[in-house]
């Protein structure tokens, strides 16, 4: 964790006249947990970092506050505004600061007496719940008591009134409002609606020594903050984030404006009006890579805003590491020679292109020519040429070297003919195929050009796809293409016939990669027979009871969390774990939004599987997703109802330690047969959105 501070020096006058100079600070801080992950594609635990970057105003204030927010939850006010006002002053408030609550419709009521408790104060404000009439005297006089009797002598007091300033129950406010003044109690009343009574609520402010304020905006509590000694030590605050192109941005908890940056980095931006003394902002945001090393996040980063002298800052924010390691796979070898019957004084030069590496780059190449085992040549190329003196057999072997330092060889056998060697009179079979090393489910096209006809043309190619000595598709040309579905090495046989009726095979392996084990029924994944049932937790269902989560849930998860508030209808604190989950929900909802039209899904590859189920829809696999490793960005399977309404999707692990999604560890997903299914519902469920199943899916 770094920090800094960016001081502004400004003179002010005291009572006396004297001049003191005061000091203003913005502390920034980045912190990363955990600040060592793994790669996402190494199907390790954790694969992602939650990034916060905290705004602190400083010094802190020289008085505390007990300030009392009087809510109305009267008819004739929109309360979810009066709730916004409220939970708004609970962030700039310091922690030595006290709030207390009182609600008033057809009468007032303590909710909360004056505590330092700012999560209490905003679990009773946020669960507020809608009057009648207005009793806004007695709310007053209760203010002024809680305040006159219980408020501390160091402290400076307030009364907050976001209100329509009518009063048609109890007691007059006016004389409350004296009172108040009396008791050295300002009330700020800030008007709601274009009905309200601005003449009471002027009055109400003047007789108390407050202020009223005809409309609610920043500058609004920002003038009331200055009249409790909380200086703006920053306005109009824009921090910019730029994430490197190997660092994977997963979701804000504080929505933020998204772009993409230059060299394919990730831009985030955040925008507050004002921070001020005492307060401290915090934005977070999660993150992966996708490749391993060590990151400096915060280098190309900066905060603008106006200091107390309208003056322009920028600064760089800190600098935070983030180590990323990833679990190397390890290369591998191919190479092709030509000619293919070289003579003895031929030059023979040998391609390696084929060679790769699934995490990395190879960057080296040896070649062992004679077979003895010693290594004759070493390159960084992939191309290298050698004339064989003599006639024979050379088993010719190539290792290759990852930038992890990892090895793979590869050995073909190069026949060297005497000088003057005939051509035989028969055809002989070759090809080769790309990818050299493909996933089930990606095309290989297979080149047999490289086959000779002998005496005569090749009139057919067959090809035997599975090594079980029958040929399953015969062409009349050279090329071909061919998809695996599943992983594991492939026996393939090629056959050639000339015109004279002659024929010459080849054979070769064709490794073939992916997650799926050799025999598994992908038909599995279309039933709804799953073994095991994930939980729904009861929190849960006040996030998604609309079948998705928005950026202002997930705004809400984050500060409830932030400050210790329950979930509204439980005695729930959310945890790091439970906004990773709601996090991953809210990506969710957002990012496969673009499969709505079932063509954008047919053209990314997926295909239907099995017939519609009820309870489930129409299931579509993308099979070459499904051998890719467990990513959040790329469900193997969509689900779409009768209708071809994208309705949910499914991610599917065969191993343990893939890594988890959605807060939950592959182990904890339900199975079917030997895969891990996790079916996360786009729509409403009531059974949850990690249920099996959907009864409303028609």
């Known amino acids: 964790m770094k920090k800094f501070f960016i001081t502004v020096g400004v003179i002010a006058l005291t009572a006396h006249l004297g001049i003191v100079a005061q000091t203003f600070e913005l502390q920034v801080e980045q912190v990363i947990d955990p600040n060592t992950i793994f790669t996402k594609s190494s199907g390790q635990s954790p694969d992602s970092a939650a990034v916060k970057i905290l705004l602190r105003g400083f010094p802190a204030p020289e008085r505390p506050v007990d300030i009392v927010f009087v809510l109305d939850r009267s008819a004739s006010v929109n309360l979810a505004t009066v709730k916004k006002i409220g939970k708004e002053f609970l962030h700039h408030l310091h922690e030595d600061d006290q709030v207390a609550v009182i609600g008033f419709a057809e009468t007032a009521e303590m909710l909360l007496p004056l505590s330092p408790d700012r999560a209490q104060a905003y679990q009773i404000i946020d669960g507020a ?90 500058q609004v509590y920002e003038g009331i903050l200055k009249k409790l000694g909380r200086q703006a030590v920053a306005r109009f605050v824009r921090l910019r984030v730029t994430l490197p192109e190997q660092v994977l941005f997963e979701g804000a908890f504080e929505p933020a404006q998204v772009r993409r940056g230059a060299k394919g980095a990730t831009v985030l931006e955040w925008n507050f009006p004002v921070v001020v003394t005492g307060e401290t902002r915090t934005v977070s945001f999660q993150i992966g890579a996708r490749s391993g090393g060590t990151f400096e996040l915060g280098q190309a980063s900066v905060i603008e805003y106006r200091d107390p002298k309208n003056k322009l800052q920028k600064r760089n924010i800190p600098t935070a590491t983030l180590t990323v390691n990833k679990l190397n796979k390890p290369p591998i070898a191919a190479f092709r020679f030509s000619p293919e019957t070289p ?251 673009r499969y709505r039209d079932l063509s954008a899904a047919h053209a990314e590859g997926y295909r239907p599987l099995g017939s519609f189920v009820s309870g489930l829809g129409q299931v579509y696999l993308n099979e070459k997703i499904l051998n890719a490793p467990l990513a959040l960005a790329t469900p193997p399977i969509l689900l779409y109802d009768s209708a071809q309404r994208l309705v949910g999707v499914r991610y599917v692990a065969f191993k343990l330690d893939e890594g988890r999604l959605f807060g939950f560890s592959v182990e904890s997903w339900p199975k079917a047969g030997e895969a891990f299914v996790l079916t996360i519902w786009l729509v409403p469920n009531p059974n949850g959105p990690f249920a099996a199943s959907n009864p409303n899916v028609r």
């Open 129 to 218: 719940q809608p009057g009648k009439k207005t009793a806004l005297g007695e709310a007053l006089a209760l203010a002024i008591d809680e305040l006159t009797a219980h408020g501390r002598p160091e402290a400076l007091k307030a009364i907050v009134l976001p209100t329509d300033g009518n009063s048609l129950v109890g007691r007059s406010p006016l004389p409350e409002a004296q009172r108040a003044g009396e008791n050295q109690i300002p009330i700020y009343a800030v008007g709601l609606s274009g009905a309200m009574n601005r003449v009471a609520l002027s009055q109400i402010a003047q007789r108390s020594r407050g202020a009223f304020f005809g409309s609610y905006n920043a």
């Open 343 to 593: 003579k003895m004084g031929d030059q023979v030069c040998f391609n390696a292109s084929e060679s790769r590496d699934p995490d990395g780059k190879i960057v080296r190449y040896e070649w062992d020519f004679d077979g003895d085992g010693t290594f004759d040549e070493t390159t960084t190329e992939l191309r290298i040429c050698r004339v064989f003196e003599l006639a024979g057999n050379f088993n010719v072997t190539l290792r290759v070297t990852d930038d992890d330092g990892a090895t793979a060889d590869f050995t073909k056998t190069v026949t060297v003919n005497g000088a003057g060697a005939m051509r035989a009179v028969i055809p002989s079979a070759r090809f080769t195929f790309s990818p050299a090393v493909p996933n089930a489910g990606e095309p290989v096209t297979f080149d047999a050009s490289a086959s000779q006809s002998g005496n005569g043309e090749i009139t057919q190619y067959e090809w035997d796809w599975n090594g079980d000595g029958i040929f399953d598709e015969t062409v009349r040309t050279p090329t071909v293409q061919h998809t695996f579905s599943d992983s594991g090495p492939r026996a393939v046989k090629l056959r050639v016939t000339n015109s004279q009726g002659r024929t010459a095979e080849f054979s070769a392996i064709v490794t073939v990669m992916g997650r799926v084990p050799l025999g598994f029924d992908i038909n599995t994944l279309a039933t709804t027979s799953l073994t095991g049932e994930i939980a729904f937790p009861n929190w849960l269902q006040y996030y998604t009871r609309d079948g998705r989560v928005t950026d202002e849930e997930l705004k809400d998860a984050a500060t409830r969390f932030g400050i210790g508030v329950y979930v509204p209808g439980t005695r729930y604190l959310l945890t790091q774990q439970d906004l990773e989950m709601l996090n991953h929900l809210n990506y969710s909802y957002k990012s496969f939004a």
